[in-house]
């Protein structure tokens, strides 16, 4: 697989991971059975997905962008689809975990 590939399937992993989140908080605690299936669908495609970039990608380097990619979008989806709040000090931490997966990917060999 190329190293391009890898990194198109790493991205939708992530994305994929940000939907399951939102699919799981639609179940309402596993309450509602089609928002459960499709998270049960989701979270199977997320690590399938990631499995595959991980043939080519460094884990340490993948599973951090994996796992940012579905914190920063959970965050920015829970704001506009539940309207969480995302204050000033919200956007700093995030902020903060952005620069933190872009300086492992700089730092990664």
């Known amino acids: ?3 391009t590939m890898a990194w198109l399937l790493l991205v939708l992993s992530g994305l994929l991971d940000v939907a399951w989140a939102l699919a799981t908080k639609k179940a309402d605690g596993y309450a509602n059975w089609g928002w459960t299936a499709l998270s ?4 199977g495609a997320s690590v399938f997905t990631l499995g595959k970039a991980l043939s080519a990608l460094p884990l340490g380097m993948a599973y951090v962008v994996w796992t940012g990619i579905g914190a920063v979008g959970s965050v920015l989806v829970g704001t506009l ?13 995030i902020a ?4 933190g997966i872009i300086g492992l990917n700089l730092s990664t060999p």
Request: charged share 10%; glycine share 0%; hydrophobic share 70%.
């Open 1 to 3: 697989m190329s190293h």
């Open 40 to 43: 049960l669908v989701l979270l």
């Open 81 to 93: 689809v539940f309207q969480e709040v995302l204050d000033f000090q919200r956007m700093a931490f």
């Open 96 to 99: 903060i975990v952005v620069v």
